[in-house]
């Protein structure tokens, strides 16, 4: 089973601030690494596929790149919107697995 | 309009069994992969279990493995998690997601359906 090590596990930021999340698969995983978001009773909603790919109606400040084992999302000048989870998803074997998760508070 | 909608959640007694389903709406059903996820209160996602589009191939993860069977019916547009001998641990909400591509993102999911397995 592929693992994916997030990090930080949470993160206390400002708005215009730019924000870091990284993701660590425990094997190669190509580029079959997907990103989420989730806020408080919603259920998770699409941001980057295949790593660096931007969903749909997904704003540009929110950027995907990596390949392999290491990847990162990156998110621009954070707004207040953005206060939310935000987990990896691999899609490179089954059984299909996720990181554990990265909350964003927005000071 | 695209969407997904779960249905059949609950409390339920450890070793009872319940069947979840997911209704789809606004896309060609039987073209996609479809996939149930689970989060537990306060936890992170878990994926649970994947079925192709045609349905003849189905995977779980080996904790459901043997007491959990996804279904689907491509004629209603339906996807199914049958769920047997029910674990205290089993107790998260559960989501329907649907398959960009093949081995892709999931782009849609349902609001989801809690379970409970409790005495």
């Known amino acids: 089973e592929v693992v994916l090590t997030q990090s930080p596990d949470f993160q206390s930021v400002t708005p215009k601030e730019k924000v870091t999340i990284t993701c660590r698969a425990s094997?190669?995983?190509?580029?079959?690494l997907h990103w989420y978001q989730q806020k408080p009773d919603q259920s998770p909603k699409l941001l980057i596929k295949y790593a660096s790919q931007s969903f749909s109606g997904v704003p540009s400040r929110f950027r995907g790149s990596g390949s392999g084992t290491d990847f990162t999302l990156t998110i621009n000048s954070l707004e207040a919107e953005d206060a939310a989870t935000y987990f990896c998803?691999?899609?490179?074997?089954?059984?299909?697995?996720f990181g554990q998760g990265t909350k964003l508070e927005i000071k | 309009q695209v969407y997904l909608v779960e249905s059949g959640g609950g409390v339920v007694q450890p070793g009872r069994s319940l069947r979840l389903s997911c209704a789809a709406t606004g896309f060609s059903f039987s073209n996609y992969g479809m996939h149930w996820v689970r989060q537990a209160p306060g936890k992170g996602l878990e994926w649970v279990a994947g079925?192709?589009?045609?349905?003849?191939?189905?995977s779980y993860i080996g904790a459901v493995k043997g007491r959990f069977s996804i279904s689907r019916d491509n004629i209603n547009n339906a996807l199914f998690l049958q769920m047997d001998s029910l674990r205290p641990e089993d107790s998260a909400v559960y989501f329907c997601?649907?398959?960009?591509?093949?081995?892709?993102?999931?782009?849609?999911w349902g609001q989801g359906a809690l379970v409970t397995v409790s005495s």
């Open positions: 998803h691999q899609t490179s074997s089954l059984p299909y697995t």
């Open positions: 094997q190669s995983i190509g580029g079959k």
């Open positions: 079925i192709s589009g045609e349905g003849r191939s189905q």
């Open positions: 997601a649907k398959e960009y591509g093949a081995f892709d993102a999931c782009d849609i």
